[in-house]
């Protein structure tokens, strides 16, 4: 999986390419969120749009992302969800714990 930064403004946006499934993925955007924390930003959003599948190893990794970023008082926002990723998010419930958004300038925009 490959992750592509971009910065707008105080927002971070995480671009993800690849399966969210195992080991080094998950280590890898977790390092990534932890990096950006630590450099003092706490708003971030990661688009899922070329997310093709996550497993449950996949979703404990985003809702672990999102805690630490809500312990810095931030906050975390996922834009562009597949359809096959969605219907996971929907039967695991999670659609409840995330914020979700159609696109990336929706999802940075909600930030203001």
Avoid: C
């Amino acid at each position: 999986m490959t992750i592509k930064e971009t910065m707008h403004g105080s927002v971070a946006l995480l671009a993800l390419k690849g399966n969210l499934t195992e080991e080094p993925d998950t280590t890898k955007l977790r390092e990534k969120v932890q990096s950006l924390l630590q450099e003092g930003f706490a708003k971030v959003v990661i688009d899922m749009k070329g997310v093709r599948w996550i497993s449950s190893t996949g979703l404990g990794t985003l809702i672990a992302v999102l805690t630490s970023i809500k312990n810095k008082g931030g906050d975390l926002r996922l834009a562009n969800i597949t359809e096959k990723v969605e219907s996971i998010f929907v039967i695991t419930q999670l659609v409840k714990v995330f914020k979700t958004y159609e696109t990336t300038d929706r999802a940075i925009a909600s930030f203001k």
